[in-house]
């Protein structure tokens, strides 16, 4: 019983993260990770977008001597948007607020990757704020397609 157990929460998180990646927008970025998260950050900011943190993950891992490309992480909201949507599912709080991570690949490639808000709400089974989610995933990727763009 117990090795049937294990094979079905094996089985459910496998799919979960299936779900997950193919949820996940991402962009590639004509830009390097330092200019892209700067870009990202400048235009959220432009819009009235708090930025909550930014995290230098390579940094982080450089002071703990490992080696690690580029990778930032933005953590950006607006808590009135973000309070409406735990309005409607308080558990959406575990997503808010919202993230982008900028990363460069193995080939020197960058990369603006997000969850679409969209995916969120099906994520924390969210009844109403169907248009509030809509323009949420509208505002992020039109933060985002301007980011890594020239």
Same mark, same amino acid.
């Given at each position: ?8 929460? @094996?089985?459910?998180?496998?799919? $979960? ?7 996940? +927008? =991402?962009?590639? #970025?004509?830009? #390097? +990770? !330092?200019?892209?998260?700067?870009? $990202? ?16 993950? !390579? ?6 001597? *490992? ?5 930032? @992480?933005?953590? $950006? ?10 309005? &409607?599912?308080? #558990?959406? %709080?575990?997503? *808010?607020? *919202?993230?982008? *991570? ?5 080939? !020197? !490639?960058?990369?603006? /990757? ?14 109403? &704020?169907?248009?509030?989610?809509? =323009?949420? /995933? %509208? ?12």
């Amino acid at each position: 019983m117990i090795k049937l157990t294990s094979l079905g929460a @094996l089985v459910l998180s496998v799919s $979960f993260s299936l779900n997950a990646a193919e949820n996940m +927008v =991402k962009m590639q #970025s004509t830009h #390097s +990770v !330092q200019e892209t998260a700067d870009r $990202f950050t400048a235009i959220a900011e432009s819009k009235g977008l708090n930025i909550f943190a930014r995290i230098d993950h !390579q940094k982080n891992a450089e002071a703990v001597d *490992l080696d690690l490309r580029p990778t930032q @992480l933005i953590i $950006f909201g607006n808590p009135k948007v973000g309070t409406l949507l735990m309005q &409607c599912e308080q #558990s959406m %709080g575990l997503d *808010l607020p *919202l993230k982008v *991570l900028v990363t460069e690949d193995d080939r !020197q !490639q960058v990369w603006l /990757s997000y969850y679409d808000p969209i995916y969120l709400k099906s994520v924390h089974n969210m009844e109403g &704020c169907g248009k509030v989610i809509e =323009k949420v /995933s %509208g505002v992020l990727s039109a933060l985002s397609s301007s980011s890594v763009s020239k």
